[in-house]
């Protein structure tokens, strides 16, 4: 059962519950295809090809360059369509765990389970690079120094991160899971 | 009618972990003006680590951008490199006017031509004097006729300097206020009791470099030594000319009246004041000079160089001014000495409270903040005009320069519409009930 549903321009957020006893949040994210980045990503890579079966069968270069040529558009390919991401989920099951998913479109599925008793506490943060910045969700993990993406490939809208940020937040043992405020403060306190 | 509540983004290569007058500055001014409610987030370049979105004191946003800084802590000049980024931050965080901070900072260069490209008004702080005729000062000087020739309103720390920032950028004397720096009294207090004894002390803390004077320094302190044998100096710094003074005190024997104390921490540093008489500044050149304020409010009479903004600085009754010359100076310091008896430091102290507070640098920095956000907006042909009169192929290459920049800025806006940027919530550090005025701010967020 479809429970909401925010669309944007490039993304699809998809909340659902599973199994009768509703004990599963499903999130999903959908990536809504520009079908101008595959057709442009075609395009090169035929461009690549083309350009070495000429220098090839017509000026009678070194088939190293036909190779060469293949190989690029091949890569080409692979990064811009084989790496290209369709969806990514987030499976919260109380008590027991979190299942982060994220399927590609050469029908790879990448899956990472974290156990409850391993997360700390789920943080909305700001990530600087040098050309932007956006928000990200992660996990503070037990004895992991480096965060955790929620979602490894996309960079979400605040719209769609805060609902799953307040799930991850609402699930869990309890123990380990604090809200973002109650650790500002257990934080002042201790300072 | 209630106070305009301004969105205001302070630009320099200069801040926190750095110390220094430009750092102080935007920090201090920053903590006002957020207490007198306005909205400040702070960007700079990543020191380090220290990279990403960090709050400070009074929720002050700072975003540490990860351009590696080049050389003397400026950022790498791309001229169009940091124009996502910062338009970015412009959008997200909701930004009225942007204000940049010192000439020799890239970044805020870039980011004063970026904002002007997107509309928003600019204000400028020059922290420095310049001069006119050496190879870097003719390249930063035309650098600064070309971010002043388009810059809503300038702010310099003395009257020197504001002569000094129209001369060189050709900026109308009528667009630049001047503000001065303040102190932190309640950090810089006199010590409770004077030191006492026969012995008088002399405090030096500046860096140990030629701009400020060190090698007059290695005159002075000999002579002064010579003439007074109840003279100590304490020396507070580092640099490359602190070798010349370790000489100086090996060669005149002065290691039992001269103590170098090498870098001393921000943080420390009136501890070291309160140990003196006199603080001494032999700067060669300085817009304005926070440390004699520091020496001041501390309650320490002041022997320093007559040079740029310096005699604006203090009344004539807590500073002996001299000429930049060893003579000059050890016959300021005799002067200096003899006027001791007669200071009292906490009267010193509680007339730099009245003199000097960054309350009032806010207030004033907020009135050019309501007069440049009044300025009318121009279309870019109008304000490629400006750039025209920066010299016959200077003007040129200046105009083509905000050409590119425009045409990148509509190009991002292609790339990246305003809408897919998400604005940051304003942020209020939780005391406890306000966790869930938090959670209604991010709802509010997610539900528009």
Known sequence: MNESFIATARFTYIKDRKWPSAAIDVHHVIVRQSNLKGLLVCLFAFGFSANGLYLFLVLDKSPFALLWSLLLSSSLLKLGIGKSVVKESVLIMPNFGVQLETHYRSGRISRHFVPVSKILKPLLLEHVSPVTCYWVLSLILLKEEELTPVFKELHLPLKMLVPIWKALCGSGSGDNVFSLHSTVEDHEQSV | ?448
């Open chain 2, 1 to 448: 009618m209630a106070p305009e509540r301004h969105r205001i983004l302070m630009v320099s290569d200069f801040f926190y972990p750095n110390f220094g007058g430009v750092e102080n500055h935007i920090y201090y001014l920053s903590q006002c003006l957020l207490e007198l409610g306005h909205k400040v987030v702070v960007m700079t370049h990543a020191y380090g680590n220290r990279s990403g979105v960090r709050y400070m004191t009074g929720g002050l946003k700072v975003y540490y951008v990860p351009w590696r800084p080049f050389v003397m802590q400026n950022t790498l000049p791309t001229i169009y490199g940091t124009l996502p980024i910062v338009r970015t931050i412009l959008i997200r965080e909701q930004i009225s006017l942007v204000h940049g901070h010192q000439a020799f900072s890239t970044l805020c260069h870039e980011a004063l031509m970026h904002a002007r490209t997107m509309g928003y008004k600019v204000v400028f702080t020059d922290h420095s004097l310049y001069g006119f005729s050496d190879v870097g000062s003719i390249h930063m000087n035309k650098v600064l006729q070309f971010t002043l020739a388009d810059v809503t309103q300038a702010i310099c720390v003395s009257h020197t300097s504001k002569e000094n920032t129209v001369l060189r950028s050709g900026i109308p004397p009528e667009k630049v206020y001047m503000i001065p720096n303040a102190v932190d009294t309640a950090m810089f207090m006199p010590a409770e009791e004077r030191p006492g004894g026969n012995e008088i002390v002399i405090v030096v803390i500046s860096r140990l470099v030629y701009r400020k004077g060190a090698d007059l320094l290695v005159e002075v302190i000999p002579e002064v030594c010579q003439l007074y044998p109840n003279v100590r100096f304490i020396v507070g710094g580092d640099g490359p000319k602190r070798v010349r003074l370790e000489e100086m005190r090996e060669k005149h024997s002065l290691q039992d009246r001269v103590d170098m104390l090498g870098a001393v921490p921000h943080a420390s540093v009136r501890s070291v004041l309160i140990t003196g008489h006199i603080f001494l500044n032999s700067s060669l050149t300085e817009a304005f000079c926070i440390a004699i304020l520091e020496a001041a409010s501390c309650g320490l009479l002041t022997v320093s160089t007559r040079v740029g903004g310096v005699p604006e600085v203090l009344p004539d009754d807590m500073i002996v001014l001299a000429e930049p010359d060893p003579t000059d100076m050890v016959q300021s310091i005799k002067k200096a000495i003899s006027l001791l008896p007669g200071i009292d430091p906490q009267a010193m102290h509680e007339r730099m409270k009245k003199l000097y507070d960054w309350h009032d640098v806010a207030k004033r920095t907020e009135i050019v903040y309501d007069r440049a956000l009044k300025c009318p907006n121009q279309p870019l042909l109008g304000r490629l005009s400006r750039y025209l009169s920066c010299g016959s192929w200077a003007g040129k290459l200046f105009c083509l320069v905000m050409t590119i920049d425009f045409l990148l800025w509509h190009l991002l806006k292609l790339w990246q519409p305003e809408e897919d940027i998400d604005k940051v919530p304003d942020f209020v550090i939780p005391t406890g009930e306000t966790s869930s005025a938090f959670d209604q701010e991010l709802d509010d967020q997610s539900s528009s």
